[in-house]
């Protein structure tokens, strides 16, 4: 890992002029054969992958009205070139939305346009070598998926479908990426992106109920694979260890204890992150959501709910249904899927919450929007209430919330810096860079309202924050989970 | 018939006939492309009139640019909105008689003009003064700035300085409309201006400009947010694939 210095908070968020080259370094680790060969993808790097990767291409674009779409589209007109996170972060111009798609762009142009193919030099087209396989390599992992490109677009061109398609391209030809693949293998074999088994995943949660226990003096029921019970919650897997994640689940449980909901995990479909859609492959999204509809049909429950996660929730919200449906096996009279900010929300509507909101008087909270749930799903039954419910369940929990700065929040969102399949240890400084536009909207409320914590409502954010804050001279934990805020504050004793 | 007559009479017949079977062909491909999820930009209308007054505040307005950056959508907006006009003015030379709104925004049409060149220099400019934009842009890019607005300028150059014989103009297209065929005028300017629109529609299909029929199929901006009350079905049939040439 090559040394590197993390960028200067600035007052004024400011537009950097272009290094060029300055993030060409930055690529995560190779999957190894056995990786990939497990996830249906060649181990190294096939011979003839020219021509593979060619007709690979073709075949994505004859398959996708998006990418046809979006790669006649683009006219550079420049309004994405100061959206994304790591362009504002590293001042690599390839980490612009328009120049990363044109790495893709530009051999597609080659093959497939007539243009490209009699007039190369006059439009930009490339063949497809090497040089390109190195370049698509570091630069499709310097995207986080996030979608702010595509919010600012004037024809919504969506960066995320691009790298996601260049992602897949590499796998087919046998370049995987070592983190993401190594998690989806692990996801579809023991099914949770960290392979803890049955039996540990009932240990920890055995663990909880009590501490829980110890905590509060009312038992709250951590249940696993308990058949016949009304809801299946599927929350990423983080949430059964990792700070803050785990504080959230406590929530979950402490929310479905005072409602009187009858729940269950399951450790068959013990993980909510579906990371095949990181790599674009349909084939490997479809076997992880099909996990989650065996265990919902296995256990007979009545409902499906998802706990705080990014890009599950998208995936859950929007695809889940395509992919794994139909569930009409399910009590169609609740939303499928439901997302637990969902529930809480529809509680705390109807009273059936006691909530007493300065449990959390220690902290004056803001709330960072993750970006797959504001810019690639909804929450409620209005448009926008992915901003709303999130943001009334925290005001219900706490008596101190400021949001910060407009152009950061909601559609506006910056990602975290560790979305999209890039929250790994060899990606550590593109991860502290990425982060900066959000550390400087967090120093800017900091300063101005005394902001103390940032909570956050998906386990990719909350991972990279706890890591990347103390780069920033913040805390690590000053990141939280909204469940975390409902946990300290729901009233459990003497409710009989 | 002169071969100034014949060269034109067939070039624009050529350019017709490239940019309707260019665009159809473009278009059936998009209609035909399968979806295979749901993936709109939210948050998103989440019904079909929500999406049709996205789409249309999106196509006349240009909401997501004018989010984005205000120099652009600036400079963009006035070009479009000032090439409609443009456009619709020059429709006095293909009816007969002229419609009554046609002649209506003739005074528009003619000023609009100015502010086409006004705005395509203020876009051509950022591709010169912005290092971001400059990056991006390749010879294409400047190219096609560089054609919009010789266009403009040999039409304004008609209008304003060296006046061209318009009534033998409007001769030659109702010519080519009704088959009909009549003189070509051989006046510099007018052929200058004509060529470069022949040129401007053949290349029409094959290049960037498909963003304008491709805004209206690009899904994160025209699917309904409305998952959970309508399964989307996947449709991954694919047509086998083509390479170009």
């Known amino acids: ?496 | 018939m002169s071969l100034l007559t014949i060269a034109f009479t067939l070039l624009f017949y050529f350019a017709a006939a490239t940019i309707v079977a260019g665009l159809v062909y473009r278009i059936r491909l998009y209609a035909v492309t399968p979806t295979p999820l749901r993936i709109p930009t939210t948050p998103a209308p989440i019904t079909t009139q929500g999406v049709v007054r996205r789409m249309f505040f999106e196509v006349t307005l240009f909401n997501s640019l004018f989010k984005s950056n205000k120099w652009i959508w600036l400079f963009g907006w006035v070009f479009h909105a000032a090439l409609l006009f443009v456009l619709l003015r020059h429709l006095r030379y293909f009816t007969d008689p002229v419609w009554s709104w046609v002649a209506l925004i003739q005074p528009i049409g003619s000023y609009a003009a100015f502010a086409m060149v006004a705005g395509l220099a203020g876009l051509w400019a950022r591709r010169f003064l912005v290092d971001r934009v400059r990056y991006i842009s390749s010879l294409s890019d400047h190219l096609m700035l560089a054609l919009l607005v010789a266009i403009g300028l040999t039409g304004l150059g008609m209008k304003y300085v060296a006046h061209t014989d318009i009534v033998a103009v409007k001769a030659f297209f109702l010519g080519l409309m009704y088959f009909d065929w009549q003189p070509m005028p051989s006046d510099l300017l007018l052929c200058l201006h004509l060529l470069l629109v022949a040129l401007l529609m053949i290349i029409f299909p094959f290049s960037k400009l498909l963003h304008a029929p491709g805004v209206f199929f690009s899904p994160t901006r025209n699917q309904i947010d409305n998952p959970r009350e309508k399964r989307h079905v996947p449709t991954r049939k694919s047509a086998p694939v083509k390479q170009a040439g």
Not at chain 1, 156 to 185: F, H, L, P, W
Request: proline share 5%.
């Open chain 1, 1 to 496: 890992m090559a040394e590197f210095e993390t960028p200067a908070l600035k007052p004024y968020p400011e537009i950097p002029p272009i290094e060029i080259g300055s993030m060409a370094h930055s690529k995560p680790y190779v999957a190894k054969e056995d990786l990939q060969q497990k996830i249906g993808f060649p181990g190294e790097l096939i011979d003839n992958w020219e021509k593979v990767a060619i007709d690979k291409m073709g075949e994505l674009v004859n398959g996708s009205r998006a990418l046809r779409v979006f790669l006649d589209s683009c006219v550079k007109c420049g309004a994405c070139t100061d959206k994304c996170h790591y362009y504002l972060g590293t001042s690599d111009p390839n980490n612009m939305p328009v120049a990363r798609q044109d790495l893709f762009r530009s051999v597609y142009r080659r093959y497939y346009t007539l243009a490209g193919k009699y007039l190369p030099g006059l439009v930009g087209a490339r063949d497809m070598d090497q040089s390109v396989i190195d370049e698509w390599y570091s630069y499709f992992h310097q995207c986080s998926q996030c979608r702010r490109c595509s919010v600012y677009c004037p024809y919504g061109i969506d960066t995320a479908e691009i790298s996601m398609a260049a992602r897949e391209i590499m796998d087919t030809i046998g370049v995987g990426q070592k983190y993401c693949n190594e998690i989806i293998g692990k996801a579809q074999t023991i099914g949770n992106n960290l392979g803890l088994p049955e039996p540990a995943l009932a240990d920890t949660l055995e663990g909880l109920e009590e501490d829980i226990e110890e905590e509060t003096g009312v038992t709250v029921r951590m249940p696993l694979d308990v058949k016949g019970a009304d809801i299946l919650l599927v929350t990423p897997s983080a949430d059964f260890f990792a700070e803050p994640h785990v504080d959230g689940l406590i929530g979950y449980a402490k929310v479905f204890h005072q409602a009187g909901m009858s729940w269950t995990l399951s450790s068959y479909a013990s993980e909510a992150a579906n990371f095949g859609m990181f790599i674009g492959s349909y084939e490997n999204m479809q076997v992880l959501a099909l996990r989650i509809r065996e265990a919902a049909l296995e256990l007979g429950v009545k409902r499906i709910i998802f706990g705080e996660c990014g890009h599950a929730w998208r995936v859950a919200y929007n695809f889940l249904d395509t992919l794994a449906g139909p569930f009409d096996f399910l009590d169609r009279n609740y939303p499928m899927p439901q997302h637990i900010c969902e529930v809480t929300y529809d509680l705390l509507q109807r009273k059936a919450l006691r909530m007493d909101p300065s449990a959390n008087d220690d902290m004056v909270l803001t709330f960072h929007d993750s970006c797959n749930i504001a810019r690639g799903s909804r929450m409620g039954d209005f448009e926008g209430g992915q901003f709303v419910i999130p943001r009334e369940v925290i005001k219900a929990s706490c008596n101190h919330f400021v949001d910060m700065p407009a152009d950061t929040v909601k559609e506006a969102t910056f990602c975290c810096g560790g979305g999209g399949g890039l929250l790994t240890d060899d990606l550590v400084e593109l991860r502290v860079k990425g982060a900066l536009p959000r550390m400087e909207a967090l120093q800017q409320v900091v300063e101005q309202h005394g902001v103390t914590h940032l909570a956050a409502i998906c386990a990719i954010c909350k991972s990279q924050f706890s890591k990347i804050l103390p780069y920033y001279g913040f805390e690590m934990d000053q990141v939280v989970s909204i469940h975390q805020l409902v946990s300290n504050a729901i009233q459990l004793g003497g409710e009989h």
